[in-house]
């Protein structure tokens, strides 16, 4: 029996409500107990420090093809940006680092919980190699439905029963996590060299428009009652104007309630709010209308969202959004890859450098830290970059610095070419508010892991879930007065305790404890028609034969699954 | 009663048939029929049963015949080899499976080896391409259901792939293709009138070596100036027809092999031929895609490139940080230079593909064979190790030459005794650290006193 007990340190924890108590957490056998259960605990001194639960990440493309493309495509960004190893595997990559890289830095930072933001169907024995490969921390990965031509077919002819008995079917397949909706329609259209750029328009030969899509995913995720809401990447991402298609998107969700036994409250997370909350009709006149798209969320609780904050970083771009890709190695001319995958969806990598000498950058920056600034609820405002898409989850510990700090935004803003003009196009040169960091611990995440319908295990220091705890060398009755320290302290966390197994000390990585993929099983009545559709769509159209499609159960690494019965 | 087994992946090449039928006999141990296979891949099932197999690790003895030895020798053997060498090369991989692929991963990294596969001889010059201008590609089956333009350039598949054809690209009926052969146009561009030219409906033979100027007279005529009478041995208006049928396609794929990664101009021409591919995508729709030999030669790529971040070529020798220079850390640059001191050959066989000259700097080191089979490598090894034979003997994850992975299945156990490439590589990085303790206790015997050493 193992037993650890975390002493005197401030707890934060938004889902018991907790704000900076001071307070002892006890672990036993990779569970949290109340602390007078102890008996012979190793203790570890937390005095004068931050606790919270382990971090918990929405949304962020870690494993998987396109992941990989990106990966492999670009050797430089290897180049001199790799550090020396020092666990037990090397460390390669920056903007796209290796799966290696990738669990120990999440670690690092009190990260224990990522959720891969978009599972290809057709690819998921890669993303579970992939998986197995990325030590410590957990993983979920979402299969993308908005442009799978099961899914289209049985929205078309409104079938809701049939489409969720197909969600179900693929979810197990998979081994998935949730419903992920990518440009829906768009990536499909992609497959002409087309687009759906609003939600209007309609795909070609399916004849169904994304609005109908996302209603559509909407009601089968709810009649499922699946732990996480439907997932959504707008259409019309990155382009000056596009707040009004988000803001249609957005309602598409009215009307809706959460049905699910997993404590989730909303029926929709739009993802990297940032790409979609732009004015202007050109990159001339492009501006923020974060505060638009804010105040609609802000008003309608059945929503929640992510940020996806530019970083100012030089990174890779990569997306299911196809056409997307496509048009920005129009913009930026630089190295592009493409993959359509047949009846189910596209990606596209592009490498993109955000540079605080270039206007349209810059005002980026500033809509992301607007949104999460403009929030008035952070149980639903999450902090992402969608990795690695507006910069690396590195940088996290600088986004969070830059939401806590006035100052760190204002030293960032020196160094813009073009500040004058990225304050006239936002409104965040007359923001000062400062996030606490009991906010930070709901947009990190006790909100996440709700969202995600899994704070009965992650995302929340109550006795009985996992012990899952980080410990950051930050006083918050004696904060830093410099911004710096704030980052470093939430860079190198200074404790990490995974399963109850003390699993970073200092900053560093001292054991790698077994990881887990976290699935969602889902029992639905026989369904003899679906059940005949995949037969015919892989008898005809498919490149594999429907028995090598579903994941072999000896490629599923460790993993947790998460039971909803429909039939009952 | 024999027993059918069904879905079964293929261990021949980057088509990675995945519906064979495989009828095996009553006691288990005969494979008796194979249906759907192309020849070769029949071949290949045919021989796991039907002559004799090497069981047992076979190590070279002072008078040149190869004496047998336990698998716990072997491991050994390799352990210590990879341990005393400063710089081995480890090198092969286009059959196996992944699994044996990151298994032998950490044995490199551990050992501090140069870790190379097949591409490196092969489609190395189209990584080149890729990693300056990228891969505007698709899996097959979006081929299948939306192209009605295929390009095969430098490749032929009626011989090296040769279910590609039928499963994919020419003939299959696919959702938006209904009408199959019928529906599509065929060009092929070859200096060879091949048996895949057979079947085109547009031939360029393009002359040897010039394959680069037909891809610029292309590029040109699609953005629509003028080309010169005569471009590569080909007239002026049947590039035009050409260019014309891929502007006016819904959907095309350009397929290219050996042909433009192996003639003259190399990654320069796969280059060119992925901005063809870009400046297509402005009119209509266009992927292009490498054909990939092995079936299994995608995969060192694909794996690596998640553990490392570099699909071939990879400098583990620092042991803190992995490097990639292929020209400098690509296995026939290394061994022409003498720079290695011990080999191990997997998965593949060296002792045929290399140049001879790398053969023989090679053979003045160690040099180890992993393979189910004899071949040109075992028989002029130290040792030769036999393992399962990926996708009949042993299960796994294999990628397919559009990246898309398939699951193999095992269709019979292995020769008694006989362990995988994964249990191998596992094995032999456990004696790698038993050895490395070992030796960290001597040291520790040897070092010297603590205490405050002069200024030197």
Redesign the interface.
């Known amino acids: 029996m193992s037993e650890l007990l975390i002493k005197n340190g401030f707890v934060f924890d938004p889902l018991q409500g907790i704000k900076g108590d001071r307070m002892d957490i006890g672990v036993r056998d990779g569970k949290i107990v109340e602390p007078g259960a102890l008996k012979n605990p190793q203790t570890i001194d937390a005095a004068g420090t931050t606790v919270m639960a382990g971090g918990v990440d929405i949304h962020s493309h870690v494993v998987g093809p396109k992941v990989n493309v990106g990966r492999l495509f670009r050797p430089e960004d290897k180049l001199f940006k790799s550090p020396l190893k020092r666990c037990s595997r090397m460390e390669m990559g920056f903007s796209v680092p290796s799966t290696f890289k990738t669990g120990y830095d999440y670690a690092r930072m009190g990260y224990v919980f990522v959720n891969e933001a978009a599972m290809p169907p057709l690819h998921s024995p890669h993303v579970h190699e992939e998986i197995r490969d990325t030590p410590i921390i957990d993983n979920a990965a979402m299969p993308v439905f908005g442009n799978n031509w099961f899914t289209l077919e049985y929205l078309k002819n409104n079938e809701i029963e049939n489409n969720a008995a197909y969600t179900a079917w693929l979810l197990r397949a998979t081994r998935g996590f949730g419903i992920k909706v990518v440009n829906p329609g768009g990536s499909e259209a992609w497959g002409w060299g087309l687009n759906c750029e609003h939600i209007h328009d309609p795909v070609p030969y399916f004849d169904i428009a994304p609005a109908e899509i996302v209603k559509g995913l909407i009601e089968t995720n709810e009649f499922l009652g699946l732990p996480h809401s439907v997932h959504l990447h707008c259409n019309n991402l990155g382009n000056p104007g596009n707040y009004t298609d988000t803001i249609e998107s957005l309602k598409l969700a009215e009307g809706y309630a959460p049905k699910n036994d997993f404590g989730r409250e909303q029926v929709l997370h739009v993802t990297h709010l940032q790409f979609h909350a732009y004015g202007g009709d050109s990159w001339g006149n492009f501006e923020s209308r974060a505060k638009d798209v804010m105040d609609y969320v802000n008003a309608h609780d059945n929503i929640t969202v992510d940020i996806g904050q530019v970083t100012l970083d030089e990174t890779t771009t990569m997306t299911a959004d196809g056409p997307f890709e496509h048009h920005l190695r129009g913009l930026n001319n630089l190295k592009w890859a493409n993959v359509d995958v047949e009846l189910e969806t596209a990606a596209g990598v592009v490498p993109y450098i955000y540079s605080p000498k270039v206007k349209v950058c810059t005002i980026q920056w500033a809509v992301g830290l607007e949104l999460g600034l403009l929030a008035k609820d952070p149980m639903r405002t999450f902090v992402s970059t969608d990795h690695p898409n507006a910069g690396p989850f590195t940088r996290y510990p600088q986004v969070i610095t830059w939401l806590m700090s006035r100052a760190a935004r204002d030293e960032t803003m020196k160094t813009f070419k073009w500040l004058e003009r990225t304050i006239d196009a936002t409104s965040i040169d007359s923001i000062d508010r400062e996030l606490g960091l009991y906010e930070i611990a709901q947009m990190t995440r006790a909100g996440p892991a709700k969202a995600l319908g899994v704070c009965n295990t992650y995302g929340g220091l109550a006795p009985g879930m996992d012990a899952d705890i980080a410990v950051y060398s930050l006083n918050p009755e004696d904060m830093p007065s410099d911004p710096a320290e704030i980052e470093k302290a939430f860079a190198r966390c200074a404790w990490l305790v995974k399963d109850g197994i003390v699993t970073v000390r200092n900053g560093e990585v001292i054991a790698e404890p077994a990881k887990r993929t976290i699935w969602v099983d889902v029992k639905v009545p026989e369904n003899a028609q679906v059940q005949r559709d995949i037969y015919e769509h892989f008898l005809r159209h498919y490149s594999v034969k429907l028995d090598n499609y579903s994941l072999f159960e000896e490629h599923l690494f460790n993993p947790r699954v998460i039971e909803v019965d429909t039939t009952q | 009663m024999p027993k059918k087994v ?2 079964v ?1 293929c261990p021949y090449c980057g088509v990675c048939c ?2 064979l039928v495989v009828t095996v006999s009553d006691d288990g141990k005969k494979i008796l029929e194979v249906e759907n296979a192309c020849a070769i891949g029949n071949q290949i099932f045919h021989h796991a049963t039907g002559g004799e197999r090497v069981k047992l690790p076979r190590l070279r003895q002072p008078d040149g015949t190869y004496k047998e030895i336990s698998y716990d020798e072997a491991v050994d053997y390799a352990a210590k080899v990879l341990h005393n060498a400063k710089k081995p090369l480890i090198y092969g991989f286009g059959s196996t499976n ?1 699994e044996g692929m ?1 298994a032998a991963a950490k044995v490199a ?1 551990k050992a501090g080896a140069v870790l190379d596969n097949c591409a490196s001889i092969c489609h190395g010059s189209s ?1 080149l391409a ?13 081929t ?3 192209a009605d333009v295929i390009v095969y350039w430098g490749a032929n598949p009626a011989h090296a792939h040769p279910r590609h054809m039928s ?2 690209s020419i003939f299959p ?4 293709t209904g009408k199959g052969q019928k529906s599509r146009k065929i060009i092929v561009i070859d200096p060879r009138h091949t048996d895949t030219a057979q079947v085109a409906d547009i031939h360029l033979q393009v002359k040897q070596g010039h394959d680069y100027e037909l891809f610029d007279a292309f590029r040109a005529a699609v953005r629509g100036h003028k080309i010169p009478e005569e471009v590569a041995g080909i007239k002026r208006e049947r590039i035009l027809e050409a260019v014309e049928i891929m502007k006016k396609a ?2 095309g794929t350009i397929f290219y092999g050996m042909g433009l990664c192996h003639s003259d101009g190399r990654n320069h021409n796969v280059d060119i031929a992925i901005s063809l591919t ?1 400046d297509l ?1 402005d009119y ?2 266009w ?1 292009i895609m490498a054909m990939r030999g092995h079936y299994n030669i995608t995969g060192p ?3 690596w ?7 071939y070529c990879l400098d ?1 020798t620092k ?4 490097h ?1 220079n292929p020209g400098e850390t690509s296995s026939v640059d290394l061994a022409m230079r003498d720079e290695v001191d011990a080999f191990f050959n997997v998965g593949t066989d060296a002792g045929a593909h290399f140049p001879i000259e790398a053969v023989k700097h090679l053979r003045k080191h160690p040099w180890i064979t992993v393979d189910p089979n004899i071949c040109m490598a075992s028989e002029i090894s130290d040792l030769h190790i036999p393992v399962g034979i990926v996708g009949v003997e042993v ?1 796994g ?1 294999v ?1 397919r030459m559009d ?5 193999y299945r095992k269709v019979i156990d292995p020769p008694e005794g006989v362990i995988s490439d994964e249990e191998l590589f596992e094995r032999i990085h456990q004696r790698l650290c038993e050895l490395e303790a070992e030796e960290a206790a001597k040291e520790q015997v040897k070092a010297a006193p603590v205490g405050v050493r002069a200024e030197e």
């Open positions: 069904e879905n992946g995945d519906d992944c990151a990294e990584f890729i990693f300056d201008n990228g891969y505007p590609s698709c899996t097959l089956g979006e299948k259901n939306r499963r994919y009926r696919g959702f938006f819904r959907f870009r995508n209509t729709k992927t790529g694909a794996v490139s998640w553990q490392y971040g570099f699909p583990l042991k803190d940080i992995a990639m299960p994850i990628y990246n898309v992975p398939i699951q």
